[in-house]
C-alpha cells in the first residue's frame, strides 16, 4: 500500500532532489551561513522519508511520518532562511515581488500563529479522529501529505521564522500559541489512546499514541528553546537601551 | 515615562526587573520539576499513573495536556531566566531556590486539594484507602511551600 503513487519514494526523492539542489545552487558562490544549509539539508531528507510513511495504514509507521513530515522537517525547512536566500539570489524584479507577495493579506493571514496553529494541530486532529489517514486514493494521500508539510511549515515559521517579517505576532502570542498546541498534540495522542481511530487494532493505537506523545516532544521543545533564545536576545538590547525598549513597548 | 540612558540607569533598570525575575524565575523552575517528578515517578516507575486512566474525564484529559505543555515551558522559560540573571550579574540562587520550593509547593497542594478532592480528576493512586496518600501528599506539600516561603523573606530586598 505504501511506496505506490504520488507519495511514493520515487516522486517525492525528485521533489527532494530539485529543494536541495534548487537551495545549495542559490547557495554557491555567496557567504552563507553553513548551519542554515544544513538546516536545509537534513529538513529536506526528514520530509522525503517521512513523507511515504503518511500514507501507511499502520497507525505507527504514520505517526512516525508525521513526526518527520508534519513537525521536524518544517522546523529544520524554516530554520534554514529560504526567502531570505531567495531575496538575495532573485533578479530585483522578481525578488520584488515575492517580497510584495509575502506582505500579502493572505500570506500575513496564514502565517498568523493563531491561524496556522489551527491548521496545522486541527488537520491532525480530522486526520486521525476520522480514520481519514487510512483511506483515501493517492489523490487524497497527495494532499494529506502536502497539507502535512505546508501547515507545518506555516505554523513553524509563524513562531520562529529567522526571516524578516514585519507583521511578526508578539512573542507573548507566539509562546501562548505554541503552549496550547502542545496541549492540543498532548490531548489528541491521549484521545487515540483511549479511544482507537475506526478500523484499528488497540494495541497499535496505543503505541501510535505514545509515539505521538513523547516523539513530537523534541521538537516541541526546540521550539520552546528558539522562542527563549528571540526573548534573551532581545532583553539584552532592553538592557542597553532602556529608553527605547520603554517607548516601543 | 523616558528611562535614563546612562550606565547607572540602565544598572537601575537592570537590579529593579531582577528582583523580580529570580523569584519568577524559580517558581516557573518548581512548577516544571514537579510536573517532570510525577511523570517520571508516578508514570514511569511506579506505574500508579497511567498514559491514560479510565477514570480521566474529558475535563482531566484537558486539564493534563494544558498542564503538561505549560509545565515544559516554565521549565525552558526558567532557563532563560536564570541565564539572564547570570549574564547581568544579578542572580540569586537562594532566592531563585525559595521560588521553586513556594512554587512548586503551592502548585502541589493545588493538585492535592483541588484537582484530586474538589474536582475529582484524578487520584494518586487507585487503591482503597487513599487517606494516607492524601495526607502524605498535602503535608509535603505544605512543608516545600513553608520552607520557599521562609527562603524568600529571608531574602528580601532591604528597602533603601
Redesign the interface.
Known sequence: MSGHGLVGPVPVGLLAAVAAAGYLAAVLGRPWPARRTASWLTGVAGAAVGAPLTVHPDLRVHVAGHLLLGMLAPLLLVRAAPVTLALRTLPVARARGLARALRSGPVRVLTHPVVAGLLDVGGLWVLLRTGLHATGGPAAHALVAVHMLVAGTLFAASLVSPEPAPHRARLGVR?AV???A???H??LA??V??DPPPGLPAEQA?AG??LL?YGG?PV??AL??LL??E??AR??RT?????R???SS | MAAPTTGRGAAGAVAARAARRNVLAGVLLGLGAVAFLDEAVFHQLLHWHHFYDRASSAAGLVSDGIFHAFSWFATVAAWFLIAALRRDRALRPVRVAGGALAGGGAFQLYDGLVQHKLLGLHQIRYVPDLLVYDVMWNVLAVVLLVVGLVLLVRTRERRA
Open positions: 509562546a505554541l503552549v496550547a502542545v496541549a492540543a498532548d490531548v491521549r484521545t489512546y483511549a496505543r499514541a505514545e506523545y516532544l516541541e521543545l520552546m528553546v527563549g533564545a526573548w534573551f532583553d539584552r538592557v542597553l537601551r532602556p529608553a525598549a520603554a517607548s
